[in-house]
């Protein structure tokens, strides 16, 4: 294995990981976002004002994804175990 093989393996490993908790992030981002304007607005100082809803938004979000982050989890494990010629040398 050469170090640009294991550089382009490890890049790869990365960006699979990325685009599965990529919407999970950007979900609990504007979740949060949106109850912080709220407590703005409103000058609701309750810490658990701020935590139900984005514990609610991350697993209503992760119970619609599961089945893509699972097929695309599935995708990667099967790419890389399918090549494991490739990783012999």
Excluded: K
């Excluded at 949060?32 to 409103?42: A, E, P």
């Excluded at 514990?55 to 599961?66: E, H, P, R, S, Y």
């Amino acid at each position: 294995m050469t170090p640009e093989f294991v550089a382009h393996t490890i890049c790869q490993m990365f960006l699979a990981a990325f685009w599965v908790c990529s919407p999970l992030l950007a979900i609990g981002l504007v979740t949060g976002i949106l109850v912080s304007l709220i407590q703005i607005v409103t000058s609701i100082q309750d810490s658990s004002f701020s935590a139900i809803p984005r514990l609610v938004a991350f697993l209503g979000g992760a119970l619609l994804l599961m089945p893509w982050m699972i097929h695309r989890t599935m995708i990667y494990a099967a790419d890389i175990l399918g090549n494991l010629s490739h990783y012999a040398h």
